[in-house]
């Protein structure tokens, strides 16, 4: 052992006298120590019961009443308010593989204020939003695409200027905000979207996804965790903003519409975190209630249509379904589910359509690879299992969670190896490091799942650096599934952390709950080279369980290509095409500016080449083709920012394509002014923000909040404080010697 010698010379120390009297300094000083100490205790004291007071007006408490009215909580000090309602209404129309959805957002402002509105909500991830109008009693004003920080200006000025207006921002592929300002008393303003979406088709059934709430998004960063006292919070304490109790609302003025302050991995976390609503939901009054009416042509003879969690009547005319919510409305507190299944004989193996604009031909093809036999594969697998624990999984969607990942269990093999992550605020292992598949491990594992809680925060990074780094053994095949809801508003961050650090290994995501993040999910899978499985009930949990051990332990369909006759390239998305496995097809999205007929497809299945031939001729023109392949550019282009970083080329490629498609992107958004000034000068504007419903069998979690302002009463306190402590300094000052005395050394 390394031993260090200190040579310094010591402190002489004087001989003590405790019979001595203390001097008066001596007294003087110890009597002010003791009454700051009681000071500072007294003023904690104060901080803590009088948290909710504090904030100085800057964070509103707004809790909601059956009525619809919002009433401050605060001792009851300020005036009642009524909140903006909403009520939608969506017309889905399907033709084959692709969907045209117009959805109708109905703000109605019961008060006597004028009022600005926001809404926060959900759109499918693959969504290609190209149209918006207004409706203002029987005005129709028609939105205009325009590059983001423009239709910004144009929204602001017509807001001071006291005219009505309407802002579309896309804030995630899945995530929208709807601004509208200059609602009247007693006001009713109806702003009218319109987008395209393909349709989901794998294991023989179609099935489309129409998102109705949100599950709040974790902003994983420590700015957001302190108390008024500069210490951190622990995940129980951080309940300042969102708390589980009925319809709880609170509004910061300050740092925009959301519950969160930006941070350095989620730099919109204001504008992503809206306020949550418990949904409490009478037959006589509905909470955000929405009417779906749906017209489903299909293309060939259906055996079955299907939604998984809500109750629907289905009519048929001819070759197409209507169809409707049997209730006629529903509250918006869980994702809508609508899958189809053809009659066994017409399966199909193929769909193509086809759209031409301004002399460029586009396409959507669907190819379903033939099923070839071939044994299950009998390489040994090394699976690591992540499962998010967090306060956002409580209620039904931690049993799901749990039951996922007890089946999962029972679908591995002998020989395998395997291991269990789960995470929250921080994140724990079974296995310091991936154990066999035996009965002793299993069972240990299975103990392991029934104590698993949830509670506390969703820090996933870290949990995904700790399945990547796992010890790995290179005779064995690398899988990582993840199951969780997705709820993180740092999606960048987690992209590019898969893209760089995945190796070899292969991601499955497994969702979780009535409204999953779908575009964490999806796209971790897609970087990740797996799928994206999606669980909203825990009686799916055995069958949808099976269907990706199915995948997992099939071969895959890899090294897809796709060109013409000539071996002429084509502009195609996505890019790469990822692999495909058992039960799913491929789905691509073309543009080529040349005559060609026929497409040449190749891939690898089992090691063993195969090809296939498709004809332009037997497409069907549909309109909305070319969106759909522009909307997959702009994601191509997205996926660079977010392994790569931004940039002004980046950025300008996505508003070239967005503008000349007229689409919504993170850089495009749609504006509409009404050009007749609405309200007087004299009259103010009160911003009200639209909450989401809680979703269907979630427990709220508790959010990090930052407390950025200080109340008068502990700025005089800390006065004071600071006057005492330099009495105390002054008094002692005269006890040690000066500053150029000599002190003696032995």
């Known amino acids: ?63 909601m009443n059956t009525e619809g009215n919002s009433e401050s909580t605060k001792n009851n000090k300020r005036s009642t308010l009524l909140s903006l309602q909403l009520d939608s209404k969506a017309n889905i129309s399907i033709n084959g593989m692709v969907a045209t959805i117009e959805l109708e ?17 959900p759109l499918p991830e693959g969504a290609a939003v190209n149209a918006m109008e207004i409706l ?75 998102p109705m709430t949100i599950t709040p998004r974790y902003i994983p960063s420590s700015k957001n965790a302190f108390r008024q006292t500069g210490q951190l919070n622990t995940p129980q304490e951080n309940k300042q903003v969102i708390e589980d109790t009925a319809q709880d609302l609170y509004i910061d003025q300050q740092h925009g519409w959301g519950w969160a302050q930006n941070t350095t991995q989620v730099p919109d976390a204001n504008l992503v975190t809206p306020p949550m609503e418990v949904n409490t939901s009478t037959e006589a009054r509905l909470l955000n209630p929405i009417e779906l009416t749906i017209t489903l042509d ?32 529903v509250s918006m507190d869980r994702d809508f589910v609508l899958s189809w299944q053809p009659v066994a004989a017409t399966v199909p193996t193929a769909a193509l359509f086809n759209e031409t604009i301004d002399g460029d031909d586009y396409s959507l093809i669907m190819l379903m690879p033939p099923k070839q036999t071939a044994t299950q594969q009998t390489i040994k697998k090394e699976t690591i299992f992540i499962i998010d624990t967090s306060g956002s999984m409580g209620g039904t969607s931690i049993k799901q969670a749990k039951a996922g990942l007890a089946h999962a269990l029972e679908q591995l093999h002998e020989n395998d190896k395997f291991n269990i992550i789960e995470f929250n605020s921080d994140f724990s292992m079974l296995y310091s490091r991936p154990r066999i598949v035996n009965q002793d491990n299993i069972n240990r594992a299975l103990s392991f799942i029934g104590r698993l809680r949830a509670d506390g925060g ?20 690398k899988h990582i599934i993840f199951i969780t809801d997705g709820s993180v508003g740092n999606e960048t961050a987690l992209f590019k952390s898969i ?78 095409i990822p692999d495909l496995y058992q039960g799913e097809p491929l789905l691509a999205s073309i543009r080529k500016d040349y005559e060609t007929n026929t497409l040449i497809i190749k891939g690898t299945y089992n090691k063993q080449p195969w090809q296939q031939s498709v004809s332009f001729n037997h497409g069907k023109n549909h309109k909305g083709i070319a969106n759909i392949w522009a909307r997959k550019k702009i994601e191509a282009l997205l996926d660079q ?62 959010v990090n909040y930052p407390q950025t302002a200080t109340p008068l009463w502990l700025h005089i306190m800390l006065g004071l404080a600071s006057m005492l402590a330099a009495s105390i300094l002054r008094f002692v000052k005269k006890t040690l010697p000066p500053y150029n005395q000599k002190i003696k050394f032995l």
């Open 641 to 702: 920012e977010r392994t790569e970083g931004k940039n002004d080329i980046s950025k300008q490629n996505i508003l070239n394509v967005a503008l000349r498609h007229q689409l919504m992107s993170p850089y495009t958004s749609f504006v509409a002014v009404e050009e007749i000034i609405s309200r007087p000068s004299e009259q103010k504007l009160t911003k009200r923000a639209v909450p989401n419903l809680v979703a269907k069998g979630q427990q709220l979690q508790n």
């Open 458 to 477: 969703t820090e996933m990074l870290t949990a995904l650096n700790a399945a990547f780094l796992q010890t790995h053994d290179d005779e064995y095949l």
């Open 105 to 121: 957002q109905h703000f109605q402002n019961p008060s006597d204020q004028w009022v600005e509105g926001r809404y926060v909500f």
């Open 499 to 576: 893209h760089h650090q995945l190796g070899s290994a292969r991601l499955f995501t497994v969702g979780i709950g009535a409204a999953p993040n779908s575009f964490f999910m999806s796209k971790a899978a897609e970087f990740g080279r797996g799928s994206f499985t999606y669980i909203g009930d825990v009686n799916e949990v055995k069958e949808k369980m099976q269907a990706l051990f199915s995948k997992i332990n099939n071969p895959s369909m890899r090294d897809i290509t796709i060109e013409d006759a000539q071996g002429r390239p084509l502009e195609i998305f996505p890019k790469p």
């Open 298 to 329: 299909a293309g060939l003879p259906l055996a079955s249509i299907d939604s998984a969690y809500h109750s629907i009547s289905v009519s048929k005319m001819n070759s197409q379904h209507s169809i409707s919510l049997s209730k006629g409305k």
């Open 136 to 210: 203002i009693g029987k005005r129709l004003i028609k939105a205009t695409i325009k590059e983001k920080n423009e239709a910004q200006k144009i929204y602001k000025a017509a807001k001071a200027a006291g005219k009505k207006a309407a802002l579309l921002e896309q804030h995630r592929p899945n995530l929208f905000s709807q601004k509208i300002t200059t609602i009247g008393p007693k006001e009713n303003i109806v702003v009218k979207l319109r987008y395209i979406q393909t349709i989901h088709y794998a294991d023989n059934t179609f099935s489309l996804r129409f």
């Open 1 to 63: 052992m390394q031993h260090i010698h200190n040579n310094s010379p010591k402190l002489t120390q004087p001989k003590t006298n405790l019979t001595a009297k203390p001097n008066f300094t001596t007294v003087i000083s110890t009597v002010l120590i003791t009454l700051f100490g009681l000071l500072l205790l007294v003023g904690t004291q104060g901080a803590i019961a009088n948290t909710q007071e504090s904030r100085s007006g800057e964070l509103e408490l707004m809790a």
